[in-house]
């Protein structure tokens, strides 16, 4: 096999790049086939380009050949964004991990698309600075995977998602151009480009550099651990807060099961007979901090909180919040699969939302979990599932339609931070009519005329003209 | 018919066409073909839940008019409040207030719009929710094009606390190291003399940042010279250090208000190349405030 000719296409990449950053053999391809999604496709070729002339390079044989692209991250993402379709060439990032540029004056760093989303708050922490979105997945996830995305994170309920902190994105686009996006002034000439291709999914290019903006360490943080002997009591609790005109820095909730997984994982001291609790920071200035935890406590305590506990020490914090960050690991204690949905509702919708969730899941005997950024009212229901048990998947993505469409139905949204990808693409017109679908369209159109940056994501086919089709052809579940 | 479908129809689909909201800043991106037909955004707040913080108002409505409305329940927007400025307005030509130092751009603070598409069409961006990657992020477009994408109807905008207390301070001091010294300031602006700070929260902590600016309490801020605004990174507002025009400089955002008209900034060339695409994707036959550019 190895003394086959390579595929021109494949010659060509390796000319343009370098041998051994082109891989092609079954087991790499088959690691590529996904990412942390449960959707699997099948890529052509994997390259590993280390620069943007590299990328644009990557790009252009992709043109020649007339082969699409998907570029990729770390592929933590959970829709099936990075999932390749229609024998691409996959164009990973992840070798990209430099940080080019800190400028503690300005608050500014430019980066690499590899470089992860923890590196990047380590290497500015003797700054007292941090880069603010802090996906749960942060140790392993790409800063380039998280504009791609949009991605969110615990603190970004009082911070904003990643689009509030990407200022200039140098970006490869589909016809192997590459045009500076944003920009480090606050009101760049012309559109705002560099807004549209946040969370746009690897459909209108590669970006190849990225200037984020970093945020100063809070000078005072209260981190507060509530605990309910019901999941209601709990989301009205998150709902008095807001009510009572606080943006917490982060506010999350776990329920139960999760509670009882993540105490056995971590050992912070979560009450293991709790219904639910409620994780709860507020930061900023020391008197300003003050008050806020103790709206936060009142709050808690006239919904029947059975104890507040504040952490003592930055190690508690930390403790409390490894607790919070580490619950995926701790599921997969439990069972070998899980399907996490991520839906957003009003935040004052939460308590029934809540019920919804709970009952649609025992309708269909899965076991449920809930553990998420109740704050912003981003719901991440997460269902634990052996997937060799016989038709337990078709239960899975049954109750996974109903969880989505009961959110929908209390005013939500498809997604709050992991994007549509393939997942999600054919629910958008649960939320959007054909014209606002055509309208998003015409935005691809603009950057990628020819749809030759990953296909196949984000709009169901037929957005623009032309025919539905379900699941693309080569995708399986 | 709603509102919206009205102000859909009059839009219609043929023809040059303008939206006009409260003039204030009627000539950035240059003057409309006077042929335009004008056409004015439904206006009123048409929905708002305190505990939600966010508000559903028509992009007509008064900015002013909206904040007195949210300040009775102790919120605001992060929109600048322009004496006769309306909603639909300043987020189409989105250029930020005084305190967006604290608040961010505007372009953050819309979260759903309602628009009206060259062909007519009412068409939703975005979604009602603080947090939302359902789709491409359309609104953030939609800000600062000027109109000449789509009108703005009706918006969804996230809704801030207002803060306990709001003070200004002023006198001579180094804008640079204070902008480093306080912890999210609202504000700090610079005539190359004297240095303006705006303070915003817990009493006590106004107070202690004030005791670390150490500026005496000022009545507010200067008047801002009207000739033209400059955009430039926020390090190199230090270049303007000695310099004899008259101007106010926006430290840690990097505006500057020139009593001098700003010269023009062109967008690189394969970026402009962009911009057209865009705009030809969304208004191919141009009748969408013609004569002006984003």
Redesign the interface.
């Given at each position: 096999m190895n003394e086959k000719e390579p595929l021109p296409l494949v010659a060509d990449l390796q000319r343009a790049l370098a041998p051994d950053r082109v891989r092609v053999s079954p087991l790499e391809l088959e690691l590529y086939a996904r990412d942390a999604s449960i959707i699997a496709g099948r890529a052509e070729v994997v390259c590993f380009p280390l620069t943007t002339a590299e990328v644009q390079a990557a790009v252009r044989v992709c043109r020649k050949h007339g082969r699409p692209f998907v570029p990729r991250g770390s592929g933590t993402g959970l829709a099936g964004g990075a999932t390749p379709i229609g024998d691409p060439v996959v164009i990973v990032t992840t070798k990209m991990t430099r940080i080019l540029e800190v400028d503690a004056d300005e608050r500014v760093a430019w980066v690499e698309p590899g470089v992860l989303n923890l590196d990047l708050s380590r290497a500015v922490a003797h700054l007292g600075l941090h880069y603010a979105p802090d996906p749960s997945s942060q140790q392993s996830c790409s800063i380039g995977g998280n504009v791609a995305t949009n991605s969110g994170g615990p603190h970004c309920l009082l911070y904003g998602v990643t689009s509030a902190h990407v200022l200039a994105i140098e970006v490869v686009l589909p016809d192997g151009s590459v045009a500076m996006l944003g920009g480090l002034d606050p009101e760049p000439a012309g559109y705002d480009l560099r807004g549209a291709f946040v969370g746009s999914e690897g459909t209108m290019g590669i970006a190849t550099r990225i200037a984020v903006r970093l945020t100063p360490l809070p000078p005072a943080v209260r981190t507060l651990l509530l605990d309910f002997t019901s999941v209601d009591d709990a989301a009205a609790t998150v709902s008095g807060i807001i009510a009572a005109g606080l943006v917490p820095a982060a506010l999350e909730m776990m329920d139960a099961e999760i509670t009882r997984a993540v105490e056995a994982f971590v050992h912070a001291g979560f009450p293991e007979d709790a219904a639910a609790v409620l994780l709860v920071e507020v930061d900023g200035l020391a008197a300003g901090v003050d008050a806020a935890a103790s709206v936060v406590a009142e709050v808690g305590r006239a919904h029947g909180a059975r104890t507040v506990r504040v952490a003592a020490d930055e190690a508690e914090r930390a403790l409390l919040w490894k607790g919070r960050k580490s619950a995926f690991g701790a599921i997969a204690r439990i069972a070998p699969n899980y399907y996490l949905h991520d839906a957003v509702v009003p935040r004052t919708r939460l308590v029934e939302v809540m019920r919804a969730v709970y009952d649609i899941a025992r309708r269909h005997d899965l076991v449920m979990m809930n553990v998420f950024h109740a704050g912003d009212g981003n719901l991440h229901p997460l269902i634990v599932f052996d997937r060799r048990a016989d038709g337990v998947l078709e239960r899975v993505m049954a109750a996974g339609e109903e969880i989505i469409q009961a959110c929908v139905a209390a005013g939500g949204v498809l997604s709050g931070e992991h994007g549509i990808g393939l997942e999600k693409r054919d629910y958008m017109p649960l939320i959007f009519s054909a014209d606002d679908l055509d309208a998003q369209a015409r935005l691809r159109e603009a950057f990628d005329p020819d749809g030759v940056a990953n296909p196949e994501k984000v709009l169901p086919a037929g957005s623009r003209c032309g025919d539905l089709q379900k699941i693309p052809e080569g995708a399986w579940i | 018919m709603s509102a919206l479908e009205r102000f859909a129809a009059e839009v219609g689909a043929e023809g040059p066409v303008t939206v006009v909201g409260g003039r204030t800043q009627w000539d950035v991106g240059g003057a409309v073909d006077p042929a335009a037909r004008e056409v004015r955004a439904p206006s009123g707040v048409v929905e708002f839940?305190?505990?939600?913080?966010?508000v559903r108002c028509g992009a007509g409505t008064r900015v002013k008019e909206l904040d007195a409305a949210l300040g009775e329940?102790?919120?605001c927007v992060a929109l600048p409040a322009w004496e006769g400025a309306s909603v639909g307005g300043v987020l189409a030509v989105?250029?930020?207030g005084l305190r967006?130092l604290r608040l961010?751009?505007v372009?953050?603070a819309l979260l759903e719009a309602r628009y009206v598409?060259a062909d007519g069409?009412?068409?939703?961006?975005g979604?009602?929710?603080?947090?939302?990657?359902?789709?491409?992020?359309?609104c953030?477009?939609l800000?600062?094009?000027l109109g000449t994408?789509?009108f703005l109807a009706e918006v969804v905008l996230r809704c801030?606390?207002?803060p306990a207390v709001s003070r200004w301070f002023a006198g001579e001091a180094e804008p640079?190291d204070l902008v480093?010294r306080l912890?999210?300031p609202s504000s700090i602006l610079w005539d190359g003399t004297t240095t303006w700070v705006l303070l915003e929260?817990?009493?006590?902590?106004v107070e202690?940042?004030a005791r670390l600016a150490g500026l005496p309490e000022a009545d507010g801020p200067p008047d801002l010279p009207a000739g033209g605004?400059v955009?430039?990174?926020?390090?190199s507002l230090r270049s303007l250090t000695g310099r004899r025009a008259t101007f106010v400089a926006?430290i840690g955002?990097?505006?500057v208000h020139t009593a001098e008209p700003a010269s023009?900034?062109?967008?690189?060339p394969?970026?402009?190349v962009?911009?057209r695409?865009?705009k030809?994707?969304?208004d191919p036959t141009g009748r969408l405030n013609p004569g002006r550019a984003?």
């Open positions: - | 839940e305190p505990a939600e913080m966010t329940h102790g919120q989105g250029r930020s967006r961010g751009p372009r953050d598409s069409r009412l068409i939703k961006a979604g009602p929710t603080v947090k939302n990657v359902s789709g491409f992020d359309l953030r477009l800000v600062g094009s994408l789509g801030r606390p207002l640079f480093h912890h999210q929260g817990h009493p006590a902590d202690d940042q605004r955009s430039m990174r926020p390090s926006e955002v990097g505006v023009p900034v062109a967008a690189a394969e970026v402009a962009l911009n695409r865009v030809q994707s969304f984003a």
